[in-house]
């Protein structure tokens, strides 16, 4: 940033000495950069503090900072390569205002990189959020068949008792069995199990249980977290889902179809 200012110092030596060069750098000059780098120094202080924070702290991808590297070590290399060096030819034409325009247009784009970095980041929580509510509609999907199951079992309850009564009164132990062999067989199989008091994490677990039981994953996992925390739930819904993704993940290419993971 401070090479932005550096070229606007040149571009002001340029206009109080029309006839000099970058190498005759004025004091003149000189205390305008001093200035004008201590001015934007101030003036940025807030929104860098509010708006880069951010952006330090949740771009967790090494790559993406190696890239962002190259990209301020190219507008260096740029500022550097535009100062003038004989400020006589700023004069010839419009290349005085060309070149200011040119400044301007770099920062524009140094601004825009930012913005578009922020939204990258803004589109990956969005999306995170999205497949969370999706495991939470899922599960609710779920939880509301195996309630409306269990409601039609309740119903047909009184009666199932008086039949299993009347079969057992007349000593017809066959047909008791062959009837409560049918009767479990019409049981719903979905289990809402309780992992754990976050009621967040347990849905989020139910719906990995029902995905490996598709897929044939046996499981092996202990959860001890409690109903209230101070970590925010999509955020620690979608970091448990990520390690889960990575172990369904590993489960595919082991080769015995027995697989199993902790």
Same mark, same amino acid.
């Given at each position: 940033m401070s090479a932005f200012v550096s070229n606007f110092s040149y571009a002001y030596d340029a206009w109080l000495h029309p006839g000099s060069t970058s190498g005759q750098f004025s004091w003149q000059a000189a205390l305008f950069q001093f200035a004008a780098t201590g001015i934007a120094a101030v003036l940025l202080i807030f929104p860098? !503090? #509010?708006w880069g924070s951010i952006l330090i702290d949740r771009l967790l991808v090494s790559g993406a900072w190696g890239s962002?590297?190259?990209v301020s070590a190219a507008f260096l290399l740029l500022n550097l390569a535009i100062i003038p060096r004989h400020y006589a030819t700023l004069y010839v034409g419009r290349c005085f205002p060309i070149y200011i325009t040119l400044l301007l247009f770099l920062i524009a784009m140094y601004v825009s990189f930012y913005h578009t970095a922020m939204g990258i980041l803004r589109t990956a929580a969005i999306q995170e959020r999205i497949q969370f509510f999706e495991m939470a509609?899922?599960?609710? !999907?779920? +939880? #509301?068949k195996y309630i409306e199951d269990t409601a039609k079992e309740r119903h047909d309850f009184k009666q199932s008792v008086f039949t299993l009564k009347q079969l057992? &009164? *007349?000593g017809n132990l066959t047909a008791l069995q062959q009837y409560l062999t049918k009767y479990a067989s019409t049981l719903p199989e979905t289990e809402i199990r309780q992992f754990? #008091?976050?009621? *967040? /994490?347990?849905?989020?677990?139910?719906?990995? /249980?029902?995905?490996?039981a598709s897929n044939g994953i046996r499981l092996d996992w202990h959860t001890d977290i409690p109903e209230w925390i101070h970590v925010a739930e999509p955020d620690l819904c979608s970091l448990l889902g990520n390690l889960i993704e990575n172990a369904f993940?590993?489960?595919?290419?082991?080769? &015995?179809? *027995? +697989?199993?993971y902790q």
């Open positions: 860098l !503090r #509010k962002m590297i190259a509609e899922n599960q609710y !999907r779920m +939880q #509301k057992a &009164d *007349a754990c #008091k976050n009621h *967040a /994490v347990n849905t989020l677990l139910n719906y990995y /249980v029902q995905l490996a993940a590993g489960c595919s290419t082991v080769e &015995d179809t *027995a +697989q199993c």
